[in-house]
């Protein structure tokens, strides 16, 4: 349940933040709350919203990681979800995922603290960026489904498209586009091989797939598509083109979780 609790905080954030549910709160208890928000504008009571909602996301990941066994090499808080939309969705962390959920959890704050003065336009949409991309990002560690890690891992591409199309300096739109139909193209060839797994496995289930044997040739075939993918996505010498253009471009947040989306799940 706990794993569920991870990806779900963010979305409630997002709920509160888009139904003004926090300043509701606030007015219904102004004797509490009075001195403390008497000086916050609307911008600033949500940034408080967003980075509460991260911080308690932290805790959760910390107490997760607190009481993870680094004795076994199983997979750990698994937790079963049958026949959603199709799908039957794992979650679960091993040995490494966990550095990653906690890593994930710490940069988050972090992206919202760094842009907390030099955003002051649109930062409902700026927050809700933010702790969707974190969503995101924690559903790529915790589903046990390389399909399904393939949906979420793609599916950071539109937030930081619009993380930098919005927030971006004065060329972002080149940026954003640059970002998003690089890498994008650049994952079709780890969406060829996963399909490739699929067929002969008839399943995608991380489990699975570890237990099995393909043959030299088929080895080379998903070897040479998730490492074309990848060596965009990393990105290797000569497909560089798109991070530099995409760092210089975003907002320190955004380049905070663009190298986090790259370097953490990349490892």
């Given amino acids: 349940m706990i794993l569920l609790i991870l990806l779900l905080i963010p979305i409630l954030g997002i709920f509160i933040i888009f139904t003004g549910m926090f300043n509701v709160a606030i007015s219904s208890n102004s004797s509490v709350y009075e001195l403390a928000t008497s000086n916050l504008s609307n911008s600033k009571r949500t940034k408080v919203t967003a ?4 911080i308690v996301n932290l805790v959760i990941s910390l107490i997760l990681f607190i009481f993870f066994d680094f004795s076994s090499n199983q997979f750990q808080f ?3 979800y049958h026949e959603i939309s199709h799908f039957h969705i794992y979650l679960g962390v091993d040995g490494l995922s966990i550095y990653f959920v906690l890593l994930t959890t710490i940069i988050t704050p972090i992206a919202l603290l760094s842009n907390w003065t030099s955003i002051s336009e649109n930062v409902k949409s700026y927050v809700v960026i933010i702790l969707l991309l974190e969503t995101l990002l924690l559903a790529v560690f915790l589903v046990l489904d390389i399909l399904l890690f393939y949906i979420f891992f793609e599916s950071i591409l539109p937030p930081l498209f619009l993380l930098i199309g919005l927030f971006g300096s004065s060329n972002k739109v080149r940026a954003s586009f640059y970002l998003f139909l690089y890498t994008l193209l650049g994952s079709l060839f780890l969406l ?9 496995m008839g399943s995608t289930d991380f489990d699975a797939l570890t237990k099995t044997n393909f043959n030299y040739s088929t080895q080379l075939f998903l070897f ?6 990848f060596a965009v996505k990393t990105p290797t010498i000569f497909l560089n ?16 979780l663009l190298a986090g989306k790259n370097y953490i799940v990349l490892w």
């Fill in 51 to 54: 980075l509460t909602v991260s």
């Fill in 78 to 80: 698994v937790q079963e």
């Fill in 192 to 200: 060829l091989s996963i399909l490739t797994m699929s067929s002969i």
């Fill in 224 to 229: 040479y598509g998730i490492f074309i993918a």
């Fill in 241 to 256: 083109t798109w991070l530099l253009k995409a760092h210089v471009e975003s907002p320190l947040g955004g380049s905070i």
